[in-house]
């Protein structure tokens, strides 16, 4: 499990890394689709690209 964390760090690049994960903000859904949308949106308002699909 920590290579895939640790994966999903690098991926992402989300500033709360792991947290968006295993301590999501208040009012932020905790499902996986929830921490999508999450990563999603940080990265569009942050000029990076979408995740291919």
Do not use: C, S
């Amino acid at each position: 499990m920590d290579r895939l964390v640790k994966h999903f760090v690098k991926v992402t690049e989300h500033p709360a890394q792991t947290d968006v994960i295993f301590y999501p903000e208040e009012g932020q859904e905790d499902t996986p689709e929830g921490i999508l949308k999450t990563i999603k949106e940080w990265r569009a308002k942050n000029g990076k690209p979408g995740f291919k699909t």
